[in-house]
Nanobody, 115 residues
Framework: QVQLVESGGGLVQPGGSLKLSCAASGILFRVYAMDWYRQVPGQTREWVAG???????NYDNSMKGRFTISRDNAKNTVYLQMNSLKPEDTAVYYC?????????WGQGTQVTVFS
């Protein structure tokens, strides 16, 4: 059974940083690409960043330079380091992988950036 569990969200002031984690189980983690998405209530879920099994990273242009995605295959975990956070980064952040043609999502972790 594939399971993704996010953690690390919280409250932070503008300009602050947070590091999100997503622990995966039930898959051979090292061979699968992983992605981070985010969603604001009432809006569509948007892609944030992705990392291939080989470690190649890609980012949405609005997050490039502020967010860093990484993975630790020994820990079956993907991370999202978020710096210079802005109020508009407030959202629920989800990790996702595709396994056997099926998309699996975590339960999400709330990030709130407030003054």
């Amino acid at each position: 059974q594939v399971q993704l569990v996010e953690s690390g969200g919280g409250l932070v002031q503008p300009g602050g940083s947070l590091k999100l984690s997503c622990a995966a189980s039930g898959i051979l983690f090292r061979v699968y690409a992983m992605d981070w998405y985010r969603q604001v209530p009432g809006q569509t879920r948007e892609w944030v960043a992705g990392i291939s099994s080989g470690g190649t990273t890609n980012y949405d242009n609005s997050m490039k330079g502020r967010f860093t995605i990484s993975r630790d295959n020994a820990k079956n975990t993907v991370y999202l380091q978020m710096n210079s956070l802005k109020p508009e980064d407030t959202a629920v952040y989800y990790c996702k992988t595709n396994y056997g043609g099926v998309a699996y999502w975590g339960q999400g972790t709330q990030v709130t950036v407030f003054s």
